[in-house]
């Protein structure tokens, strides 16, 4: 059984940054794609940064392009986001989520999910 747990969120100021990691357990972390998602209050979760099995490849939301970086360590069964320059449109709860096979873009597609790290960016 897959489990992941994010951690890392806080309340930080417009312009900050934070990292958040997702620690996967239970099944080989290499085996799996990873995806980073969102929620704001009273909106739809939406895609945030996907990354390969390897590493190699990575995709990302047009919202978060050149301030987000999404990584993976293979060895400590970890993907990161680090977050920069951070806005208040950032403001949601952020879940990362494993498939099997290659990254994805839809959160569909994601069969297992972390509990989610709320990031709250003032203003």
């Known amino acids: 059984q897959v489990q992941l747990v994010e951690s890392g969120g806080g309340l930080v100021q417009t312009g900050g940054s934070l990292r958040l990691s997702c620690a996967l357990s239970?099944?080989?972390?290499?085996?799996?794609?990873m995806g980073w998602f969102r929620q704001a209050p009273e909106k739809e979760r939406e895609f945030v940064a996907t990354i390969s099995w390897s590493g190699d490849i990575t995709y990302y939301s047009d919202s978060v392009k050149g301030r987000f970086t999404i990584s993976r360590d293979n060895a400590q069964n970890t993907v990161y986001l680090q977050m920069n320059t951070l806005k208040p449109d950032d403001t949601a709860v952020y879940f990362c989520a494993a498939k099997r096979r290659d990254y994805s873009e839809h959160a569909s597609a994601y069969s297992w999910w972390g509990q989610g790290t709320q990031v709250t960016v003032s203003s």
């Open positions: 239970g099944r080989t972390f290499s085996n799996y794609a």
